[in-house]
């Protein structure tokens, strides 16, 4: 029986190959064509009492951005399948009308990480704003979708506000926090792993993500998206997305960041100047809410990844809370300096791994070169001094590898900080260096796309845990080169990750909570999954599909061949595809912020 299992696998395995290659063979013989522009299309407005035999179920195979499209922007729809033409169609009071029927002349494209044959449809010429959806006779309807202006605004609001309701150590109040209102957490000190006679104050700060773990590191990063946005787009951060400390005449943006900057200097350690690697229960607790979980939060080690993103974000922010809040403003850069002293006495600290019968997230890394290069560029940045320069300019090769936007490789916050400071303070060398590798990769990130039927910015090979924010950092990456050197096929691509993330994917999955039509329902979040609220916390971006099968629920419920981009699941037990994090949400927030400027 088992030989023949294996026959059976062996023969599907050759099967599936032989369909790849040959489609593969198909669409990289094709060179990727462009898409026929609007005007190329064969597009008919409809003619009157024209009776056309509109779709009336979707059926998963017409994929949109969920949420929509901005007016003047380019809007192409992915259809799986070869099919004759497509109708737009404008909803309005209940009524429908065809408002463009146009023949599907697009090339095909064999799409490798899902799959798909995929066709595009591109209704770009249509202008109007309002509620649309897609027919294609035999293929159904899409999801309906916006077309208009400021289609992003609800959207960015609720990416930041959701940095509010991981807040822990405080109540989340109905008039902030809505039906997911909720009592105070670990009010109780952290104690130290290392000497249990040892208690800090380290109340406060977000819970990581699904659990209650609060990580120096992935703290840090989600900071550091926050913080450029705020840098690199200042007019697009209001005041008002009703967080405690909306209305006060700081950017709610920089409120938010404030409660999370201030526990990181609470996680540093007073007489060495070095950061807590982290602050958590020595296991993960049940599906309880936060203020049911009573166990003891002990911190782990001082670590050189938790101090080098600690000093980097203290640093930064430093200069950018100075005209807002100077006395935290000192006391950031104070603890920033002092953390960098660390880092000089520690060179060869060793990377953080778990200590023993501690059981919660790990964020092991072993390379801190990418921390300690991107303090030394942010603390040079904001103080001037030249110690920090100098260790810049000895170093910028190998710390600041411009790709590097996660918590494992984070050099780009470096590389893009000294690209964008004043031009008086650079280093000729460092900035032509930074500047040709970073457009370098930018290039290489637009090849690939002509091969990529989703347009999304990922290879089939880097589908990980947290695909989403590989694709979202993909955006941010294009964004930032496009304002390095103005290119619109950099934004371009930056927005069509958005449009990914939003619902034109493999599985028509929008992967934010709240938005779209088919958005995530059963995120792995505990206050979500313990609340006896049907509707997840609004506005959270799940990890997304991954390669590698890293929990028990995608093992026994999605089969082993399934693509990469189209292996997912909207479970709450699927911690490796439909977990939450502050750092998958916060990239998405640079990208929805940058397009939803006047
Ligand atoms: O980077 C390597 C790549 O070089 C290699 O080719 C690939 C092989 O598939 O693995 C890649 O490493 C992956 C790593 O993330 C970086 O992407 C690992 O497979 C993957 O297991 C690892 O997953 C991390 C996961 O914790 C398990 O450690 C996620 O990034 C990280 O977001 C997640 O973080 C958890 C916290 O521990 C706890 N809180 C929730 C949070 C989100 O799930
Ligand atoms: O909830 C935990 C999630 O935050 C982590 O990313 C994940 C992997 O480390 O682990 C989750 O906790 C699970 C634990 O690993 C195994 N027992 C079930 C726990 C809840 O799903
Ligand atoms: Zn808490």
Same mark, same amino acid.
Request: glycine content about 8%; aromatic content about 12%; some cysteine.
């Given at each position: 029986?088992?030989?023949?299992?294996?026959?059976?696998?062996?023969?599907?395995?050759?099967?599936?190959?032989?369909?790849?290659? #040959?489609?593969?063979?198909? *669409?990289?013989?094709?060179?990727?064509?462009?898409?026929?522009?609007?005007?190329?299309?064969?597009?008919?407005?409809?003619?009157?009492?024209?009776?056309?035999?509109?779709?009336?179920?979707?059926?998963?195979?017409?994929?949109?951005?969920?949420?929509? !499209?901005?007016?003047?922007?380019?809007?192409?729809?992915?259809?799986?399948?070869?099919?004759? =033409?497509?109708?737009?169609?404008?909803?309005?009071?209940?009524?429908?009308?065809?408002?463009?029927?146009?023949?599907?002349?697009?090339?095909?494209?064999?799409?490798?990480?899902?799959?798909?044959?995929?066709?595009?449809?591109?209704?770009?010429?249509?202008?109007?704003?309002?509620?649309?959806?897609?027919?294609?006779?035999?293929?159904? @309807?899409?999801?309906?979708?916006?077309?208009?202006?400021?289609?992003?605004?609800?959207?960015?609001?609720?990416?930041?506000?959701?940095?509010? !309701?991981?807040?822990?150590?405080?109540?989340?109040?109905?008039?902030?926090?809505?039906?997911?209102? @909720?009592?105070?957490?670990?009010?109780?000190?952290?104690?130290?792993?290392?000497?249990?006679?040892?208690?800090?104050?380290?109340?406060?700060?977000?819970?990581?993500?699904?659990?209650?773990?609060?990580?120096?590191?992935?703290?840090?990063?989600?900071?550091?998206?926050?913080?450029? *946005?705020?840098?690199?787009?200042? #007019?697009?951060?209001?005041?008002?997305?009703?967080?405690?400390?909306?209305?006060?005449?700081?950017?709610?943006?920089?409120?938010?960041?404030?409660?999370?900057?201030? +526990?990181?200097? @609470?996680?540093?350690?007073?007489? =060495?100047?070095?950061?807590?690697?982290?602050?958590?229960?020595?296991?993960?607790?049940?599906?309880?809410?936060?203020?049911?979980? =009573?166990?003891?939060?002990?911190?782990?080690?001082?670590?050189? #990844?938790? #101090?080098?993103?600690?000093?980097?974000?203290?640093?930064?922010?430093?200069?950018?809370? *100075?005209?807002?809040?100077?006395?935290?403003?000192?006391?950031?850069?104070?603890?920033?300096?002092?953390?960098?002293?660390?880092?000089?006495?520690?060179?060869?600290?060793?990377?953080?791994?778990?200590?023993?019968?501690?059981?919660?997230?790990?964020?092991?890394?072993?390379?801190?070169?990418?921390?300690?290069? +991107?303090?030394?560029?942010?603390?040079?940045?904001?103080?001037?001094?030249?110690?920090?320069?100098?260790?810049?300019?000895?170093?910028?090769?190998?710390?600041?590898?411009?790709?590097?936007?996660?918590?494992?490789?984070?050099?780009?916050?470096?590389?893009?900080?000294?690209?964008?400071?004043?031009?008086?303070?650079?280093?000729?060398?460092? !900035?032509?260096?930074?500047?040709?590798?970073?457009?370098?990769?930018?290039?290489?990130?637009?090849?690939?796309?002509?091969?990529?039927?989703?347009?999304?910015?990922?290879?089939?090979?880097?589908?990980? +845990?947290? $695909?989403?924010?590989?694709?979202?950092?993909?955006?941010?990456?294009?964004?930032?080169?496009?304002?390095?050197?103005?290119?619109?096929?950099?934004?371009?691509?930056?927005?069509?990750?958005?449009?990914?993330?939003?619902?034109?994917?493999?599985?028509?999955?929008?992967?934010?909570?709240?938005?779209?039509?088919?958005?995530?329902?059963?995120?792995?979040?505990?206050? $979500?999954?313990?609340?006896?609220?049907?509707?997840?916390?609004?506005?959270?971006?799940?990890?997304?599909?991954?390669?590698?099968?890293?929990?028990?629920?995608?093992?026994?419920?999605?089969?082993?061949?399934?693509?990469?981009?189209?292996?997912?699941?909207?479970?709450?037990?699927?911690?490796?595809?439909?977990?939450?994090?502050?750092? +998958?949400?916060?990239?998405?927030?640079?990208?929805?912020?940058?397009?939803?400027?006047?």
């Amino acid at each position: 029986m088992i030989r023949l299992k294996k026959m059976y696998r062996l023969v599907s395995l050759v099967l599936v190959l032989l369909l790849i290659f #040959t489609a593969c063979k198909a *669409s990289v013989d094709q060179e990727p064509t462009k898409d026929p522009s609007p005007s190329d299309q064969v597009n008919e407005s409809p003619r009157p009492n024209e009776s056309l035999e509109l779709e009336t179920e979707v059926k998963g195979l017409i994929h949109v951005n969920q949420v929509g !499209y901005r007016t003047e922007d380019e809007k192409i729809a992915i259809l799986v399948g070869e099919y004759d =033409s497509f109708q737009l169609v404008a909803i309005e009071d209940e009524k429908e009308t065809v408002v463009l029927n146009s023949k599907i002349e697009s090339s095909p494209l064999f799409d490798v990480s899902t799959g798909d044959l995929v066709y595009k449809l591109d209704f770009s010429q249509v202008t109007e704003p309002g509620q649309y959806y897609l027919s294609v006779a035999g293929a159904g @309807r899409s999801y309906p979708f916006q077309i208009g202006d400021n289609i992003y605004n609800d959207l960015k609001d609720a990416l930041l506000k959701f940095m509010y !309701y991981q807040r822990c150590g405080i109540e989340l109040k109905e008039e902030h926090a809505g039906q997911w209102h @909720r009592p105070e957490c670990h009010t109780e000190p952290g104690i130290l792993l290392e000497d249990n006679n040892v208690t800090m104050d380290t109340v406060g700060g977000w819970h990581d993500a699904g659990d209650f773990g609060k990580y120096t590191v992935p703290a840090a990063v989600t900071l550091a998206d926050m913080l450029n *946005s705020y840098e690199m787009f200042p #007019t697009a951060y209001s005041d008002n997305i009703n967080i405690p400390e909306s209305n006060n005449g700081i950017p709610d943006i920089l409120d938010e960041s404030i409660y999370a900057l201030d +526990w990181i200097i @609470r996680m540093q350690d007073e007489k =060495s100047g070095g950061f807590y690697h982290k602050l958590s229960t020595n296991n993960f607790p049940g599906f309880i809410m936060p203020h049911r979980d =009573s166990s003891k939060q002990y911190l782990s080690p001082i670590s050189p #990844t938790a #101090t080098g993103s600690a000093v980097a974000v203290l640093a930064q922010a430093s200069r950018i809370l *100075s005209d807002y809040d100077s006395e935290f403003a000192g006391r950031a850069l104070a603890a920033a300096e002092k953390g960098w002293q660390w880092l000089i006495d520690n060179p060869d600290a060793s990377g953080f791994t778990n200590p023993k019968g501690v059981s919660t997230g790990e964020y092991g890394d072993a390379n801190s070169s990418d921390e300690r290069a +991107w303090a030394a560029v942010e603390l040079y940045r904001t103080t001037g001094k030249d110690q920090y320069h100098d260790y810049v300019k000895k170093n910028y090769k190998g710390g600041l590898k411009v790709a590097g936007l996660g918590w494992i490789d984070n050099g780009g916050f470096g590389a893009i900080s000294y690209l964008f400071m004043d031009q008086d303070m650079q280093d000729t060398d460092v !900035y032509d260096y930074l500047k040709s590798k970073y457009l370098e990769e930018a290039d290489r990130i637009k090849k690939y796309m002509a091969y990529n039927g989703y347009n999304v910015a990922i290879r089939p090979t880097e589908y990980y +845990w947290g $695909s989403n924010m590989h694709v979202m950092n993909r955006a941010i990456f294009m964004l930032v080169a496009h304002l390095l050197e103005e290119n619109p096929e950099y934004e371009q691509i930056a927005l069509d990750q958005l449009h990914y993330l939003l619902g034109r994917n493999g599985l028509s999955q929008s992967y934010v909570s709240g938005f779209g039509s088919k958005q995530i329902k059963n995120p792995h979040h505990r206050p $979500s999954g313990a609340d006896n609220i049907k509707e997840p916390v609004p506005g959270m971006v799940a990890g997304g599909p991954t390669k590698d099968r890293e929990d028990n629920v995608v093992k026994n419920s999605i089969p082993e061949d399934t693509p990469p981009g189209k292996a997912y699941i909207d479970a709450e037990g699927s911690y490796s595809t439909n977990e939450v994090t502050t750092y +998958w949400n916060s990239p998405t927030l640079f990208v929805a912020t940058y397009f939803c400027q006047e």
